[in-house]
């Protein structure tokens, strides 16, 4: 017998040290009940939701020849009102951007601006080069024609 329980020893000593603690436990029986508090609480809601939608019913149908342009205009109203606010605190961004560049600090983005201005420059100069080069070609070609013409 002696045996046996020498044999069954280390399991039950496994299965004491596997148990979970008192704090595990605390924290699970909390989780558990405050998950299913707030699934009763969904549970109520869809179902007043629902009541809630079978008594409007008839109210919709009867009114809805009137809610419907309502609801458009409001809707309509209303996204004008969200856009031309947004435009404007886009305007007001930009302009206070402007005014900190312009004053010498250093902006958000303005190393791009700078990269972008100094390459858009250097490529004007560019052009400017290749356009007198091309009067200059023109210019030659037009006084070889002319002085071919005379001789």
């Known amino acids: 017998m002696s045996t046996i329980n020498d044999q069954n020893m280390p399991t039950i000593q496994k299965l004491y040290e596997s148990a979970p603690s008192s704090r ?10 405050l998950g299913a508090t707030l699934l009763f609480l969904s549970g109520l809601t869809l179902t007043g939701t629902v ?8 109210l919709v149908v ?8 309502a609801g458009i205009t409001a809707l309509l109203v209303i996204t004008g009102f969200m856009f031309s606010g947004g435009c404007g605190v886009a305007a007001i961004t930009a302009l206070s951007w402007m005014y900190n560049y312009v004053q010498g600090k250093h902006p958000v983005g303005a190393d791009q601006v700078d ?5 858009l420059a250097s490529t ?15 210019q030659h070609k037009a006084q070889e024609v002319t002085y071919g013409q005379g001789s």
């Open 115 to 119: 990269y972008a201005r100094n390459k």
């Open 124 to 138: 004007a100069r560019d052009m400017t080069e290749k356009a007198k080069e091309y009067g200059q070609y023109v």
């Open 62 to 69: 009867i009114f809805s020849p009137v809610l419907v342009p």
């Open 24 to 33: 595990q436990v605390a924290k699970f029986t909390t989780a558990s009940a």
């Open 51 to 58: 009541i809630g939608l079978i008594m409007a019913t008839p």
